[in-house]
């Protein structure tokens, strides 16, 4: 099959694709624009919108006593109001919306809104947070062997405090979501979210209708990386009020600026660490607390806390470990899901502290990775059976496709005869577990149309932002029903057509979705079998049995006598005429997943996804600026759906990541206001920031394991490669410095920072 189909590539190029904010207005649509809070700690004393509402253009100004239903957004914890009633929590906070009949009346209106308040003190460290047990749950904990005997026994020790930063998330497109209002109460939301489930009950519950009444359509999303998981409702839960209360259309689309402002990030962590190893570097004892900085409000933070847990140990085994892990609550923006989901923060502690043992014992930084690697049949710390584990191989291939060995005693030649630039080599391997943690989310469903010409429509529950969700769910009902992929349309996601989505997040875009329209699929294709056999009895006067018909190349033939067949088309009309249904519904739930959080154990991955990466960079000392030269990945993934957008995806997320851990520096005063708030003082990777030279190998694999036509999933996994650059950026410092620190992110001021620490 040929891969190089992409349903959304040339629409993108163009300019043709359309999102939400492309659509032209509607006659008597509001555009909203809000109040934001200006301070990151407060109890409210009054608000006078009376000046506001008066304004000419205003339609209305929309608060929290508007609301019909709770004045309540939070999904899993309900702890997050749309609108604050006495406690402001974070400095941006929405305290009201303004809705009149353009923009810019609306922003003058904001400016007369009068309000009050009584500064509070905010927090903004989790470990001072953590001291106040400002914490949504309580601590949670996984725990394997005796840390606490292992560690006494263990010939030496290290310990420290690791800490990672947040990262704006950067979508192309801005949060947004128009709201009409339909016949009897009745809403449609053209929301910019992962989930249209959430949105749909997080909109009821706050105007207190039932969720019938609330449809969902999301036709695709410019970008998301997460931030549209949870952090999309708010927003559309501002629109849906606006539209249920005025009866009118509303739009809101923040801008940037606004954007950059008012949502929450990349979870910053701190970990406090101890670790017991041997002479050849071998762990045997692993102690740590992470402390995830949650924001305002709970949000996603618990889960992303526990993903970060899940992925402590990375690929390596260690016997006697425990992980330990707070939420903390603190006075920003309620930090959410961004690619990983706390999974980079919890494997950069580990891989630190591997080139810190790597280091004090004069280690080669592969060698110590497989030395502690996990082997077929090992157990991770919450019980899971390790099985086609794949990293043996995927070093081999590193080793093999960087020259390693070459490469490495070139740097080592370079930094003797150099002392203004240094080069530096970075490892990061990755085992990353595929599943929602919470696995009721892992099942999805899909509703797919023939036409009575042949042509296709898919439903599925998932959302397609950019990662090409809709290609790989053509390819799958393009194999089952043996058509070409433009044969094929795949729809918005639409409560009406497929109700109850999980998000779609956690890398389970296709394995859900793809298996439940596979599902769809063949229940159409069985249907189909019946009056196949007898249009060619008709057609070439055969006997065949409905078994031996296949489905290809969009035509059906008997397996014995494939140049009697007949056209896809002609079948279905037929088909149709023979009053055969020509649709289904599938749904598919993932097998095998349990925990138990009480006890830290159970199964709580369908599979993992290996891979590794190498990084090499040159350091100009005097300057502390760099240059990316090389990176390296192996990725295994299965049997791809489709190599190129995997090949996109790979990229895409390694590069991202390196932008987390050296360009991307989020900066607050210490008052909370967010002061990076514009492309011009926050750095995202550009295309010059590519590697010079840039080497993906997708090791294809049998994995039994694997998901839909045996693919793994790839939206996730290979953001971490990225990290190989942070710690190709130490090696570099300390052939500089020996015993360098250097700080997360490591932008020019950390490399120089640690160029000179001791
Ligand atoms: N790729 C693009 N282009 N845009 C995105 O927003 N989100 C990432 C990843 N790749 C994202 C992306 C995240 S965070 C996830 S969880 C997955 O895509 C979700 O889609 P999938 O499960 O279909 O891979
Ligand atoms: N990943 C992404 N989103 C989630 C998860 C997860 O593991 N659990 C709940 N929401
Ligand atoms: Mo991705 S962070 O699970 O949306």
Redesign the pocket.
């Known amino acids: 099959m040929k891969h190089s189909h992409h349903l959304s590539g040339s629409l993108h190029l163009t300019g043709k694709s359309r999102f939400i904010a492309d659509d032209a207005p509607l006659q008597g649509m509001l555009h909203a624009k809000f109040l934001f809070s200006p301070v990151a700690h407060a109890e409210i004393i009054s608000l006078d919108v009376r000046a506001a509402s008066a304004f000419p253009g205003v339609y209305k100004v929309i608060g929290a006593t508007d609301i019909t239903g709770e004045n309540q957004i939070g999904h899993i914890i309900k702890d997050e109001p749309l609108f604050p009633e006495k406690t402001i929590m974070y400095a941006w906070q929405p305290l009201a919306m303004v809705l009149a009949e353009d923009e810019q009346v609306a922003e003058a209106a904001v400016k007369l809104i009068k309000l009050s308040y009584k500064e509070l003190k905010p927090i903004f460290d989790p470990l001072e947070a953590d001291s106040c047990e400002e914490w949504y749950v309580p601590e949670r904990k996984i725990e394997s062997g005796d840390v606490v005997s292992a560690l006494s026994k263990a010939p030496y020790k290290l310990k420290g405090i690791t800490s990672s930063s947040g990262q704006e ?1 950067f ?1 192309m497109e801005a949060q947004s979501c128009r709201a009409i209002p339909f016949e009897d109460n009745r809403i449609m939301l053209y929301s910019a979210t ?1 989930s249209t489930m959430e949105v749909q009950e997080v909109v009821s519950h706050l105007l207190g209708i039932p969720a019938h009444d609330i449809i969902v359509d999301v036709p695709r ?1 410019g ?7 949870r952090a999309a409702t708010i927003w559309a839960c501002m629109a849906a009020l606006g539209a249920y209360v005025c009866k009118r259309p509303v739009q809101v689309y923040l801008s940037r600026h606004e954007d950059m402002h008012a949502t929450g990030k990349r979870h910053p962590f701190v970990s406090l660490w101890e670790v017991g190893f041997d002479d050849e570097g071998r762990i045997s004892a692993y102690d740590i607390q992470l402390l995830a900085n949650g924001g305002a409000y709970s949000d996603l933070s618990v889960a992303i806390l526990e993903r970060a847990m899940f992925h402590s140990d990375n690929i390596y085994h260690i016997p006697d470990i425990r992980i330990r892990g707070r939420a903390c609550r603190t006075n920003l923006p309620p930090n959410t ?5 706390g999974a980079p923060q919890g494997i950069f502690v580990i891989e630190s502290i591997l080139e810190d043992i790597a280091r004090q014992l004069n280690l080669d930084p592969i060698a110590i990775r497989n030395a502690n690697a996990y082997k077929n049949g090992s157990l991770a710390p919450y019980g899971q059976e390790i099985v086609e584990c794949q990293i043996p191989e995927i070093f081999s291939a590193l080793v093999n496709n960087a020259e390693y060995h070459k490469l490495k005693a070139e740097v080592a030649d370079f930094n003797l005869a150099n002392s203004r630039f240094k080069r530096g080599l970075g490892i990061m391997p990755v085992k990353f577990g595929i599943s929602f943690t919470t696995a009721l989310l892992n099942q999805g469903s899909a509703l797919i149309w023939v036409y009575i010409d042949g042509s296709v429509s898919v439903s599925t529950g ?2 397609e ?5 809709s290609t ?1 769910v053509a390819v799958v009902v393009s194999r089952v029903l043996g058509i070409p992929i433009d044969k094929i349309r795949v729809e918005s996601s639409n409560t009406q057509r497929v109700g109850n989505a999980s998000p ?10 793809g298996n439940a329209a596979r599902i769809a699929a063949e229940k159409i294709r069985e249907c189909l079998r019946e009056p196949a056999a007898k249009l060619l009895e008709q057609k070439y006067n055969l006997a065949v049995s409905q078994e031996e018909l296949v489905f290809s190349q969009a035509t059906v033939y008997p397996v014995t006598n494939p140049e009697h067949s007949l056209s896809f088309a002609e079948l279905i009309r037929f088909a149709y005429v023979e009053r055969i249904p020509l649709a289904a519904y599938g749904y598919y739930r993932t097998p095998d997943l349990w925990f138990d959080r009480d006890k830290g154990n159970g199964r709580p991955f369908h599979y993992y996804v290996y891979g590794a990466a190498l990084a090499e960079v040159e350091l100009d000392c005097l300057l502390g600026e760099h240059s990316l030269r090389k990176l390296f990945i192996v990725h295994e993934n299965g049997q791809s759906l489709h190599p190129d957008i995997d090949l ?2 790979i990229t ?2 390694a590069i991202q990541c390196y932008g987390w851990c050296t360009m991307e520096d989020l900066q607050w005063d210490a008052k909370g206001n967010y002061i990076s708030a514009n492309p011009s003082t926050y750095k995202i990777p550009g295309i010059r920031d590519l590697p010079e030279v840039l080497k993906v190998d997708i090791l294809a694999s049998l994995s039994k394991e694997a998901s839909v036509f045996g693919s793994k ?4 996994p290979p ?1 971490v490669y990225g990290l190989a650059v942070f710690f190709a950026l130490q090696a570099a410092v300390r052939a500089a410095n020996p015993d360098a620190t250097l700080s997360f992110p490591a932008t020019p001021e950390a490399l120089l920072k640690g160029l000179k620490s001791v």
């Open positions: 998330h979508y992962q999303l970008g998301a990386f997460g931030g549209k998981e899901a961004f690619r990983g989901f998932g959302v932002m950019g990662q090409e969700l790989k779609t997040a956690a890398s389970t875009g296709s394995d859900i979705n996109g995806q895409g997320a999933a790839t939206g996730e953001f």
